[in-house]
């Protein structure tokens, strides 16, 4: 019994040593880092330009503001466009979003810590085996935790590649709208450029 006694100081410094060690281990693998993610909220870029209406029969200004609105409502029946009604948006290109630590820190950590305080917790005649179930444990929370930041980014990437494409949607029936404005403007006898 007094040799197990004697090892008893040894065996806690030990302890202590492991679980020091498997923190400071977590600490260096994954350090914090604060997540950014492109803005949520579009890039505004400034409307472009009305086009630039010429009479071509000597129409004059009263009849040009009458056409121009007329022309302006049919547009935007044809279109489904309203550019009084829509915010330009500059185009924007898909994204990808990693996680942050990347994928299999955190089963790495898992693995370490969890052999470390295996080993620290288990009998001395076990630590091996301690060790052994410590690792399998850790590696399996951490790999959760990998798996769980890869579908959050996931997530976060179909959100604003989602996003992107409603913006190009946008810009389409932008583009619908001009040119059945310049149709109805032209169609009335004016120049539209």
């Known amino acids: 019994m007094s040799m ?39 890039a505004v870029a400034s409307p ?5 209406i010429y009479p071509a029969r000597g129409q004059s200004e009263r009849q040009l503001a009458r056409d121009r609105y007329e022309c302006y409502q049919w547009a935007v029946k044809q279109s489904g466009f309203d550019p009084a ?3 330009a948006v500059a185009p924007r290109p898909s994204v990808r979003v990693e996680p942050d630590p990347p994928s299999g820190v955190g089963t790495a950590t898992g693995v370490l810590a969890g052999a470390a305080l295996g080993a620290a917790v288990s009998n001395s005649r076990h630590n091996a085996e301690g060790a052994a179930v410590g ?19 996931r997530q976060v990437e179909r959100d604003l590649n989602r996003q992107s494409e409603r913006y ?25 450029k």
């Open 85 to 87: 009604r829509t915010v």
């Open 48 to 52: 472009p330009p009305p086009p630039a």
């Open 135 to 153: 690792a399998l444990l850790g590696g399996i929370v951490g790999a959760a935790s990998d798996s769980a930041r890869a579908a959050e980014a």
């Open 4 to 42: 197990n006694t004697s090892n008893r100081p040894l065996r806690m410094r030990w302890t202590a040593i492991a679980v020091a060690g498997a923190l400071v281990l977590g600490a260096c693998a994954s350090p914090p880092v604060a997540r950014e993610y492109p803005s949520r909220v579009p």
């Open 168 to 192: 190009a949607s946008l810009d389409a029936r932008g583009s619908a709208y001009h040119r059945a404005l310049s149709a109805c403007l032209e169609g009335r006898g004016y120049t539209v």
